[in-house]
């Protein structure tokens, strides 16, 4: 699923990937409400949207961003 970013090197499963070949992983300060924006607006229910994705990993207990996402 292509995001829109220019500087994005899709690997063939379509996520981003860093220059050195790695998939990217979303920064620990990005907010709940941007990440609604990206997954829709039931994304962590109950989870204020100033949160940070850091806090809201550390609540689920280590959670992976894909798994929070399922």
Do not use: H, W
């Not at 970013?5 to 499963?13: F, Q, S, T």
């Not at 998939?23 to 109950?46: C, E, H, M, S």
């Not at 609540?59 to 929070?68: F, I, T, Y």
């Amino acid at each position: 699923m292509p995001n829109g970013n220019k500087d994005c090197n899709e690997g063939l499963d379509g996520r981003c990937r860093d220059l050195d070949g790695e998939i990217r992983q979303k920064r620990g300060d990005t907010l709940v409400g941007t990440l609604r924006k990206t997954y829709g607006p039931n994304f962590a229910p109950g989870v204020r949207s100033d949160a940070r994705l850091d806090t809201l990993r550390k609540r689920a207990g280590g959670e992976s961003l894909s798994k929070l996402v399922k």
